[in-house]
């Protein structure tokens, strides 16, 4: 039976974890899949179990001497001058048992997502526990081991010939995914992001736009620190219906990073709750517009893993099942979490007014993103 969207989800996506106080904490997922229980938007029959990527699948981005580095690292086996050399055993990606396995079955939940929707079994596919968009051919970066949506984007080329359009909305920029194709015209990239000024990874800037048969096929939208909500929505609004319309993408794979929130600890974007229930629309109507409703979503970046992300990512899914809701969070949902949350909790699906205090350059950052947004898209509006 064909169901219209499958949730990707397993307890053990909890396995990829850092140390206790690493800023990245994927109990966000178990939260999020909790939430949407709650309110009885996530059906047993909706959620499918991730499978474990196979070496090769992973090598399908991924360097092989990079595979076998993170599994000696994953027993313990690696010496810690070769693994800096692979970027682990850092402060951002530190080594922790069986990280091998950990990552290879969060890119393993992005291709089950990939094969429902490119065989019909579904239209649309979420894995929040995916979208580790920093990891490189031959380095991990950013808490990011294996390259999810890079491996993804490669195995949906390779096995259904499609044509992707990646679009990335974290707060970070998708570095990651917009090399691996940077030369390649049959992906198109598309990032909206916090300037790289002062601010990891540090590029995605305009002038990166491809190599060779790939120049003119990525775009980067870095926009100003404490940019707000409506700013955020006009500038992904205008650059995902621009490229799109020039791209005409078999299949869309959205990366939805929720830590441009103004509670995110790592950025320094103002945006709110309002703009993580605008990015999944806009995505869901531009699938059905343009790709048959073909639509793949993982998550990303989001560091409030409790006053933000749950929320947030739990509208990725109630798009995708066309479902709306406002008002309180469920009393159980906030009762069973706040004696682990070390924050209060919200008590709304939306946040409060006067979230913060107004921004004194609020027209100023409007009117910058905008000839932002004109400088990035140039090339195929004129």
């Not at 300037?195 to 003119?216: C, Q, S």
């Not at 703009?275 to 806009?282: A, D, R, S, V």
């Amino acid at each position: 039976m064909k169901c219209d969207s499958l949730f990707i989800y397993s307890k053990d996506y909890l396995n990829y974890k850092f140390s206790d106080d690493h800023p990245f904490n994927h109990i966000r997922v178990q939260l999020t899949q909790d939430l949407l229980t709650e309110i009885n938007a996530l059906a047993s029959e909706e959620m499918i179990a991730p499978r474990m990527a196979t070496d090769q699948e992973i090598a399908l981005i991924h360097d092989p001497a990079y595979i076998e580095a993170v599994k000696k690292a994953s027993k313990g086996e690696l010496p810690s001058t070769t693994a800096a050399n692979y970027g682990l055993g850092t402060e951002d990606t530190p080594i922790f048992a069986n990280m091998h396995e950990a990552s290879a079955l969060i890119v393993g939940g992005t291709l089950t997502a990939v094969d429902a929707v490119m065989t019909g079994k579904s239209t649309h596919a979420l894995n929040i526990g995916g979208g580790l968009h920093h990891g490189f051919r031959g380095k991990a970066s950013g808490f990011c081991i294996y390259n999810d949506s890079s491996i993804a984007i490669e195995y949906m080329k390779q096995k259904y010939n499609a044509k992707v359009l990646y679009v990335d909305t974290d707060a970070h920029h998708g570095d990651g995914v917009q090399w691996a194709f940077y030369d390649d015209p049959n992906v198109c990239t598309l990032s909206i992001h916090e300037t790289g000024r002062y601010l990891f990874p540090g590029t995605g800037n305009l002038n990166e736009k491809g190599h060779g048969k790939g120049y003119g096929f990525s775009f980067n939208i870095p926009i100003d620190a404490f940019t707000e909500d409506e700013s955020f929505q006009e500038v992904y609004e205008a650059s995902f219906r621009k490229v799109i319309e020039f791209f005409k993408p078999d299949v869309i794979l959205t990366q939805n990073g929720a830590d441009a929130h103004y509670y995110d600890p790592l950025t320094h974007l103002s945006v709110s709750m309002a703009t993580y229930e605008f990015i999944p629309k806009l995505a869901h109507e531009l699938a059905h517009e343009y790709c048959n409703g073909k639509w793949i979503a993982v998550g990303g970046g989001g560091y409030d893993v409790w006053r933000v992300v749950p929320r947030a990512w739990s509208r990725i899914w109630l798009e995708m099942k066309g479902l709306t809701i406002s008002g309180s969070l469920p009393k159980t949902w906030l009762e069973r979490w706040q004696a682990h949350s070390p924050l209060e909790l919200p008590a709304h699906w939306h946040d409060q007014k006067n979230l913060y205090d107004p921004i004194p350059r609020k027209q100023e950052i409007t009117e910058k993103n905008k000839l932002t947004v004109e400088r990035a898209l140039y090339q195929i509006v004129n």
